[in-house]
């Protein structure tokens, strides 16, 4: 009996020291990486320069402005401790502590030269405009103004004064934005027209920087934590890694498997994700609707878009939208605010082309306008209903979007007398073939990238990225640049004025809106996503045992 009770305390002891070596354990959040994957390679990490979402998500985390957003989305305090605002001049005061990654002091002059850079006509930033509000900088931007009269002043090494021309309710927000990010000078110069563009070619003054070695492009990014940051809150991870993946097929399985802990997701695995009880945080800020190729001698003609549209009853082509997606009527989201109130608030909802039973009589009448002649120049076109061109619709090959499309389609057929037809491709051959502009109509989404009416509007400028249809309009331009360059009471009647001749014109005829996801593992804490730029913080995130 005594050697069984000796055997039996033995075996005890070594079930209790074997059970937990083979339990998984997760490692302190201190010593984790954190795992992320971009389907498209920065194009620059320069913060000057960048305006792609690859781009803004490495710069986010590798710089910081003299503030930075919180999980709430509001300015906070960033680089800048604090601050002391009189009507049209802001002074900001610099961390004592604050660091570059290499170790040198961040500075004021450091934010002096990057603002500086972002206005210099040599830099060629897409994103300048935003800071417009600071005084004197269109002027500079357009080569109008020395530099020395920006509004922009390093008064010594921790304290920087700005200027501005005119007040913008979203002055704060931008100052966490790209091009207000803070540029070494030294550093920048001895980059040799490289900056941003290797891993050694960068230098960082936010919560990481990219490791020696980090930077394979197109394959990944590594991040290492950066211990010389001194910020508002210490950073937790060890690291990020950010895989560059132009298939995002397996992504949703590689999150469910716990191979990566983060991405962004579209509707497609909505399901999916539920099911397997991830993380979801969603955004209302993507508008999909009908866009025409205003390059095509036929779609060009306005009459032509505005009949085909009369033809289509929302109620009818809309009845079947899948979980995740709202019917609208308007352009301008519902999400977007002016001074902190919704824009629809002010100007109501269903400012669109409305359906008309007359539609039939409208196309017909749109068709022989086709027909021109000119007796002076002797050149005509001769179109008929017969004649008219085959309508072909692009559109993503997502099974749950299909009957919107063939609602669609069936409403011309029989507005046109012609069997429509559609080609399915997947989301990134979408977007491809919209930027080049190989479609007729396209099924196609507008995210803009603020929250701002304006920060829509502007995408149909001429000259604008996103203004994939060709809309060029110098009156429109000019109208967009007003409410941009020189906001005042009368900007929420602009605004109006704008988005009611995109309707009008039918330019962009909105269908309705996508909720866009972020998803990450049950057992992944503290990501602070953003709406609109496609951001992440992930200076706080752990992961945890559950």
Same mark, same amino acid.
């Given at each position: 009996?005594?050697?069984?009770?000796?055997? %039996?305390?033995?075996?005890?002891?070594?079930?209790?020291?074997?059970?937990?070596?083979?339990?998984?354990?997760?490692?302190? +959040?201190?010593?984790?990486?954190?795992?992320?994957?971009?389907?498209?390679?920065?194009?620059?990490?320069?913060?000057?320069?960048?305006?792609?979402?690859?781009?803004?998500?490495?710069?986010?985390?590798?710089?910081?402005?003299?503030?930075?957003?919180?999980?709430?989305?509001? +300015?906070?305090?960033?680089?800048?401790?604090?601050?002391?605002? /009189?009507?049209?001049?802001?002074?900001?005061?610099?961390?004592? $502590?604050?660091?570059?990654?290499?170790?040198?002091?961040?500075?004021?002059?450091?934010?002096?030269?990057?603002?500086?850079?972002?206005?210099?006509?040599?830099?060629?930033?897409?994103?300048?405009?935003?800071?417009?509000?600071?005084? $004197?900088?269109?002027?500079?931007?357009?080569?109008?103004?020395?530099?020395?009269?920006?509004?922009?002043?390093?008064?010594?090494?921790?304290?920087?004064?700005?200027?501005?021309?005119?007040?913008?309710?979203?002055?704060?927000?931008?100052?966490?934005?790209?091009?207000?990010?803070?540029?070494?000078?030294?550093?920048?110069?001895?980059?040799?027209?490289?900056?941003? &563009?290797?891993?050694?070619?960068?230098?960082?003054?936010?919560?990481?920087?990219?490791?020696?070695?980090?930077?394979?492009?197109?394959?990944?990014? *590594?991040?290492?934590?950066?211990?010389?940051?001194?910020?508002?809150?210490?950073?937790?991870?060890?690291?990020?890694?950010?895989?560059?993946?132009?298939?995002?097929?397996?992504? %949703?399985?590689?999150?469910?498997?716990?191979?990566?802990?983060?991405?962004?997701?579209?509707?497609?695995?909505?399901?999916?994700?539920?099911?397997?009880?991830?993380?979801?945080?969603?955004?209302?800020?993507?508008?999909?609707?009908?866009?025409?190729?205003?390059?095509?001698?036929?779609?060009?003609?306005?009459?032509?878009? *505005?009949?085909?549209?009369?033809?289509?009853?929302?109620?009818?082509?809309?009845?079947?939208?899948?979980?995740?997606?709202?019917?609208?009527?308007?352009?301008?989201?519902?999400?977007?605010?002016?001074? /902190?109130?919704?824009?629809?608030?002010?100007?109501?909802?269903?400012?669109?082309?409305?359906?008309?039973?007359?539609?039939?009589?409208?196309?017909?009448?749109?068709?022989?306008?086709?027909?021109?002649?000119?007796?002076?120049?002797?050149?005509?076109?001769?179109?008929?209903?017969?004649?008219?061109?085959?309508?072909?619709?692009?559109?993503?090959?997502?099974?749950?979007?299909?009957?919107?499309?063939?609602?669609?389609?069936?409403?011309?057929?029989?507005?046109?007398?012609?069997?429509?037809?559609?080609?399915?491709?997947?989301?990134?051959?979408?977007?491809?073939?919209?930027?080049?502009?190989?479609?007729?109509?396209?099924?196609?989404?507008? *995210?803009?990238?603020?929250?701002?009416?304006?920060?829509?509007?502007? &995408?149909?400028?001429?000259?604008?990225?996103? $203004?994939?249809?060709?809309?060029?309009?110098?009156?429109?331009?000019? %109208?967009?640049?007003?409410?941009?360059?020189?906001?005042?009471?009368?900007?929420?009647?602009?605004?109006?004025?704008?988005?009611?001749?995109?309707?009008?014109?039918?330019?962009?005829?909105?269908?309705?809106?996508?909720?866009?996801?972020?998803?990450?593992?049950?057992?992944?804490?503290?990501?602070?996503?953003?709406?609109?730029?496609?951001?992440?913080?992930?200076?706080?995130?752990?992961?945890?045992?559950?």
């Amino acid at each position: 009996m005594k050697f069984s009770r000796i055997f %039996l305390s033995i075996s005890i002891s070594l079930v209790m020291i074997i059970i937990p070596s083979c339990t998984k354990k997760i490692s302190s +959040p201190n010593e984790q990486t954190i795992y992320y994957r971009v389907t498209d390679e920065p194009v620059t990490l320069d913060p000057q320069i960048a305006n792609d979402d690859s781009s803004r998500l490495v710069i986010m985390n590798i710089f910081e402005g003299l503030v930075k957003l919180d999980d709430k989305n509001n +300015p906070v305090r960033g680089a800048a401790d604090s601050w002391k605002m /009189n009507d049209m001049e802001y002074v900001f005061h610099i961390r004592d $502590n604050a660091k570059w990654s290499d170790g040198s002091p961040l500075t004021a002059d450091d934010f002096l030269y990057g603002f500086q850079r972002t206005f210099m006509p040599i830099t060629g930033s897409q994103t300048a405009e935003t800071l417009f509000c600071i005084k $004197n900088s269109e002027k500079i931007k357009k080569g109008q103004l020395d530099m020395s009269y920006l509004g922009v002043y390093a008064e010594d090494e921790h304290t920087l004064k700005i200027q501005l021309d005119y007040q913008n309710p979203q002055f704060f927000s931008l100052l966490a934005t790209p091009p207000a990010m803070p540029c070494k000078k030294d550093f920048f110069e001895s980059t040799a027209g490289q900056y941003g &563009l290797e891993y050694d070619k960068i230098i960082s003054n936010g919560a990481f920087y990219v490791s020696k070695y980090g930077w394979e492009h197109e394959k990944y990014i *590594r991040l290492s934590r950066n211990d010389n940051y001194a910020g508002e809150h210490d950073v937790i991870p060890k690291g990020v890694n950010i895989d560059i993946s132009e298939s995002p097929e397996d992504v %949703l399985d590689a999150v469910i498997n716990k191979e990566i802990d983060c991405y962004s997701m579209d509707i497609t695995g909505l399901e999916q994700a539920k099911k397997n009880k991830l993380n979801l945080t969603s955004f209302n800020d993507t508008v999909w609707g009908i866009s025409f190729n205003l390059k095509n001698e036929v779609f060009e003609k306005t009459d032509i878009r *505005r009949a085909l549209l009369q033809s289509l009853n929302r109620k009818y082509i809309l009845r079947n939208l899948p979980e995740g997606c709202t019917p609208v009527e308007d352009i301008v989201p519902e999400t977007a605010k002016t001074d /902190n109130i919704t824009y629809r608030s002010f100007v109501g909802r269903g400012m669109g082309i409305e359906f008309s039973e007359n539609a039939k009589e409208y196309f017909k009448k749109a068709v022989d306008n086709l027909n021109a002649h000119d007796e002076d120049y002797y050149w005509y076109y001769d179109y008929d209903e017969t004649e008219f061109p085959d309508i072909n619709i692009l559109c993503t090959d997502e099974p749950s979007i299909q009957p919107v499309v063939n609602n669609i389609i069936a409403a011309w057929n029989k507005l046109t007398g012609k069997y429509a037809n559609k080609t399915p491709v997947p989301r990134n051959e979408l977007m491809e073939k919209i930027s080049s502009g190989d479609y007729l109509i396209a099924i196609a989404p507008l *995210r803009p990238d603020g929250e701002s009416p304006v920060d829509t509007l502007k &995408l149909f400028m001429s000259g604008n990225e996103a $203004n994939t249809a060709g809309f060029s309009d110098k009156n429109y331009d000019s %109208l967009i640049s007003d409410i941009i360059l020189k906001p005042d009471n009368t900007s929420i009647n602009k605004m109006i004025q704008a988005e009611k001749y995109l309707n009008d014109n039918g330019i962009f005829y909105p269908l309705y809106t996508e909720s866009r996801y972020y998803i990450s593992a049950e057992n992944v804490r503290g990501i602070i996503f953003h709406p609109y730029g496609a951001e992440a913080d992930f200076s706080r995130t752990e992961k945890t045992e559950k």
